[in-house]
């Protein structure tokens, strides 16, 4: 695999004989994180590493295929993406990012004190997400609700508590100021997140930047979830956004849809969605 990259396989899982044996190591790349399991688990076994390509799993020694749902295992990979891709996108990423921080700059500056008026408080809004590979990081946002956002119980009632610990959004939020729904329905209250697009904590297309409770609800998934930087904008942000929520388990398909499809043919496509939804106002 480490020899010939081209193959696109992702290591999931080692399969030994011998449970006591933990660590394995194949062409110099170790393999210590991955889950051992004895080889009399699975029926038809043969060899001892498996790699997934996302729709089944391989064994290397006898290149015989076992399929995803009869093993259980391989769930959440996902080939690499090409380095002209993450080239590409990294670089579009600085200069995009760059680009809107440069002109978007005094704008901002006159939109921050009328925030701060708004809102009584601080015009930008930090709170923890987590990047590629689970690394935390702090995302930047034009606060949009009043200052004591984070007493749940002063604002909402115990339904919509309720909601919030499933979805992190509530309908009708009364936390929400007139200048921030303006802000969220066109989405301008994500422009400082840029930043960290220029910081490489996001990129501008990708999954949606999550929590680490939002994160449970990707269950076997989270691993591929993470294998991608989250973005600005992506297939959640400009779609069903609004109806696509992780109890349905809609959101979870659309974010790992793109995880498993992204090129740079459809980043493009999103970039431009992006403006049209901003356009129609349906943030929330």
């Known amino acids: 695999m480490v020899r010939c990259p081209r193959w696109g396989y992702v290591p999931m899982r080692l399969f030994v004989a011998a449970p006591p044996c933990f660590e394995k190591v194949l062409a110099g790349a170790s393999l210590s994180s991955a889950r051992v399991i004895s080889s009399s688990e699975l029926e038809t076994a043969q060899g001892d590493f498996a790699f997934s390509t996302g729709h089944e799993v391989v064994d290397l020694d006898h290149r015989q295929g076992f399929s995803e749902a009869k093993l259980s295992v391989g769930e959440g990979a996902v080939p690499k993406k090409p380095l002209y891709y993450r080239v590409v996108k990294r670089a579009f990423d600085v200069v995009f990012s760059a680009c809107v921080i440069v002109v978007g700059f005094i704008p901002c500056v006159i939109l921050c004190a009328f925030i701060a008026a708004d809102t009584k408080g601080s015009p930008i809004y930090t709170s923890i997400r987590v990047g590629r590979g689970g690394r935390p990081f702090q ?3 034009f606060r949009s609700m009043v200052v004591d956002s984070d007493d749940l119980e002063r604002y909402f009632t115990a339904a919509q508590i309720d909601q919030w610990h499933r979805e992190h959004k509530v309908d009708d939020d009364p936390r929400i100021t007139k200048l921030g729904a303006f802000l969220r329905s066109s989405s301008i209250d994500e422009i400082p997140q840029f930043i960290n697009v220029l910081l490489g904590h996001l990129s501008v297309i990708g999954p949606r930047a999550i929590t680490f409770d ?8 989270q691993d591929l979830l993470l294998s991608c930087p989250p973005g600005v904008t992506g297939l959640w942000q400009t779609g069903p956004r609004n109806v696509a929520t992780f109890e349905s388990g809609l959101r979870q398909d659309l974010e790992l849809k793109y995880v ?11 970039f431009f969605r992006t403006f049209k939804t901003m356009a129609d106002g349906t943030g929330k």
Do not use: H
């Not at 939002?214 to 998934?221: R, T």
């Open 139 to 141: 995302i930047l946002k």
């Open 214 to 221: 939002e994160l449970k609800n990707f269950g076997d998934n």
């Open 260 to 270: 498993v499809n992204a090129s740079l043919k459809l980043d493009a496509e999103l």
